[in-house]
C-alpha cells in the first residue's frame, strides 16, 4: 500500500515538472524580443548613400551638352493635370474624338472642408505611415564598384511602364588602352543619352544594343553617367535584365519596371486618442443563433456604444437585426462562413475590421483600443487576441506556417503551435502565421487576401495560408473576449441548437474531398504536416 503510495506521488511530482518545464519553454518572456517598428533607414543606407553620392559627384569637369529631346522625358518631381485643347469645333466632337479632362481634386476638396490645414497634416501623416509600411529594403539602390572592371546598379533601379530614366552607378575602371568600349544590352526597352560627351562615340541609340566607345576613359565615364532607358513594352509588373559588357567582362544587373503602389489611406480625423468608432468596424456572421448574437451586440455596446457592427446572414429564415450604427446584410440560405466573412468585410469602411463569432461576449479585458495601439506601432497587418472559455482556459490558437519546395508533384505545407518571436515594447504579444477567430487587421489588407467562399462550413487556417507571405500577424494574450458556454446536456437543446450543430459539425466526406482538392490543385501542396 505503502509502495504504491509512494509511486502516485512519485508520478505527481514528475508530473509537475514537466508542465512547469513546458510553461517555460512557451513563455513569451523566454524568447528574444525583435524590434519590428517600421524602419526606412539604417546605417548600412547610409553607408551606400555615401558611396553612391560620392560615384555621382565624380567628373565635374568635363563638359557635356544636354539632349532637349532625351532630357525633357526625366521625372521632374512634379506632375501637373492638364486637359486636352478643344481642337475640332464640330457637334458630337466629345463623342468622336474624347478629350481628356482636368479635375482638381486637392482644391475642390480643401474649399469644401472646414479643416483644411488639419486635414492636409492629417494625409502627410497617413502617407508618412503608408511609405514607411510599405518600405522594401531591396528597394535600396546598390552599386557594384568597379572591381570588375564594370561598375553597375544592382538594385534599386526603377522605371514606370514606357517611362525613361537615367540609369545610375554605370562606370568602367580599367587600365589605360587606346580605346575603351562598353556596351548595353536590354530586353524590354531601348538606350538613348540626355547629353553628349566629346571624345565619346555612340552606336545603336534609340535602340536595344548601344556601344559606348572612346579612347578618354574619363569621357567614358561621364557620357555613361547620362545613359537612359526608355521601357518600351509595356507590363504593370516586371523587370528588364540588362548586360553591361565590356572587353572580356560581363555584368547583368535588373530595372524594375512596374507601377507605383498608389496608397490607400483612411480620412478618419486628426486625433489625439484613439476614437475605435472612426477607426474600426466590428464584423461577424451568424446562423441559427440569433440569441447569441443579441447578446454579443449587448456586450459590444456596453464598451463602444458607437462602434458599427456589420452582420452577415445567411439563415432560412432571416430575422431583423436593427439598432443604431448595425448593418444587416441578408444572404442566401446555407451560403457559408466564409462567405459570410467577404460579405461583412467587404462592406468595411473604416481602417481596421475587428472580426467575433457571433457567439463571443466583449467583457472590461476585449481592449480594442491595444488591438490599434499595436497595429499603428508596428508593421503588423494583423493581430489577434485570446478567448476565454467558461472553464476558465483560455486559447490563442497561435500557430506557425511555412512552405518546403517540392518539384514537379507540388510543394509540403507544414503547420505548427507556437510563434516565431516576441515583439519589442509589447511583452504579452507575439509574431506567429495564424491566430485565433478573435482578431483586428488592415481592411485593406483583409480584403486583398480575402476568405475562400468554397469553404462554407468549416474553414479558417486556409485564410491563414492564403495570407503567407502577404500579411504580417502577431498574437496578443492580454486582450481577451469571452466565449459563449458551449456546454449543453443532449436533451436540453433546442431544436435550433441542434439544427446548428447538424450543419456545423457534421464533416461529410464531400467536405473532405473540398478542403484536399483546395490543398492539393489551388494552393498547390502535395502533402502537409501538422501537430
Same mark, same amino acid.
Given at each position: ?19 512547469? *518545464? ?23 543606407? *547610409? ?485
Amino acid at each position: 500500500m505503502r509502495a504504491t503510495c509512494k509511486r502516485r506521488i512519485g508520478l505527481i511530482l514528475v508530473s509537475g515538472l514537466l508542465l512547469c *518545464s513546458l510553461f517555460y519553454v512557451w513563455s513569451p518572456e523566454s524568447s528574444p524580443e525583435v524590434d519590428i517598428r517600421p524602419k526606412v533607414t539604417s546605417p548600412v543606407n *547610409s553607408q551606400l548613400y555615401g558611396k553612391i553620392q560620392n560615384i555621382a559627384n565624380g567628373y565635374n569637369d568635363i563638359p557635356y551638352d544636354i539632349k532637349e529631346d532625351v532630357a525633357c522625358r526625366l521625372a521632374q518631381n512634379t506632375c501637373v493635370c492638364l486637359a486636352d485643347k478643344e481642337t475640332v469645333h464640330l457637334p458630337f466632337s466629345n463623342l468622336l474624338w474624347p478629350r481628356a479632362w482636368a479635375h482638381n481634386i486637392s482644391m475642390a476638396f480643401l474649399e469644401s472642408h472646414p479643416d483644411p490645414e488639419g486635414v492636409k497634416q492629417h494625409r502627410a501623416q497617413e502617407y508618412r505611415s503608408f511609405q514607411r509600411r510599405s518600405y522594401d529594403p531591396a528597394d535600396v539602390l546598390v552599386v557594384a564598384e568597379a572591381m570588375s572592371p564594370l561598375q553597375y546598379p544592382t538594385q534599386g533601379v526603377k522605371v514606370r511602364p514606357l517611362k525613361t530614366i537615367i540609369i545610375p552607378g554605370l562606370g568602367l575602371r580599367e587600365e589605360t588602352r587606346l580605346n575603351h568600349v562598353v556596351s548595353l544590352t536590354a530586353t524590354l526597352g531601348t538606350f538613348d543619352v540626355a547629353a553628349t560627351v566629346h571624345m565619346v562615340s555612340l552606336e545603336g541609340v534609340g535602340e536595344k544594343h548601344m556601344i559606348l566607345s572612346s579612347p578618354s576613359l574619363s569621357a567614358l565615364n561621364r557620357q555613361l553617367q547620362f545613359v537612359t532607358y526608355t521601357n518600351t513594352v509595356f507590363h504593370p509588373k516586371t523587370a528588364d535584365t540588362i548586360v553591361f559588357a565590356t572587353q572580356g567582362q560581363q555584368a547583368f544587373f535588373n530595372i524594375r519596371v512596374g507601377h507605383g503602389t498608389v496608397p490607400t489611406l483612411y480620412n478618419f480625423g486628426h486625433q489625439k486618442e484613439y476614437n475605435i468608432s472612426a477607426l474600426v468596424t466590428i464584423a461577424t456572421k451568424t446562423f441559427l443563433r440569433y440569441d447569441k448574437l443579441k447578446d454579443l451586440i449587448d456586450s459590444i455596446r456596453q464598451f463602444y456604444p458607437t462602434v458599427t457592427i456589420v452582420i452577415a446572414d445567411d439563415n432560412e429564415h432571416p430575422q431583423p437585426v436593427t439598432g443604431p450604427h448595425i448593418e444587416h446584410y441578408i444572404m442566401p440560405f446555407g451560403k457559408g462562413w466564409f462567405a459570410g466573412r467577404n460579405l461583412a468585410v467587404s462592406q468595411v469602411t473604416t481602417k481596421y475590421v475587428l472580426w467575433a463569432d457571433d457567439d463571443f461576449i466583449f467583457t472590461a479585458n476585449t481592449k480594442l483600443e491595444r488591438m490599434v495601439d499595436i497595429l499603428e506601432k508596428t508593421t503588423l497587418d494583423m493581430v489577434g487576441g485570446a478567448v476565454r472559455e467558461v472553464t476558465g482556459y483560455t486559447a490563442t490558437y497561435r500557430h506557425t506556417i511555412s512552405v518546403d519546395e517540392g518539384g514537379e508533384e507540388g510543394d509540403c505545407l507544414h503547420i505548427r503551435n507556437g510563434y516565431h518571436h516576441v515583439i519589442e515594447g509589447f511583452p504579452n504579444c507575439v509574431v506567429a502565421d495564424a491566430v485565433i477567430n478573435f482578431f483586428m487587421g488592415r481592411t485593406d489588407k483583409m480584403q486583398q487576401v480575402g476568405f475562400n467562399p468554397r469553404l462554407a462550413r468549416q474553414g479558417h487556417l486556409e485564410f491563414f495560408i492564403d495570407a503567407l507571405g502577404s500579411l504580417h500577424i502577431g498574437s496578443c494574450s492580454d486582450i481577451i473576449v469571452n466565449h459563449a458556454s458551449k456546454i449543453k446536456l443532449p436533451w436540453t437543446k433546442t431544436d435550433l441548437q441542434k439544427a446548428y450543430d447538424k450543419f456545423r459539425y457534421t464533416y461529410s466526406s464531400s467536405d473532405k474531398d473540398l478542403h484536399n482538392e483546395i490543398f492539393y490543385f489551388k494552393n498547390r501542396f502535395k502533402c502537409m504536416t501538422s501537430h
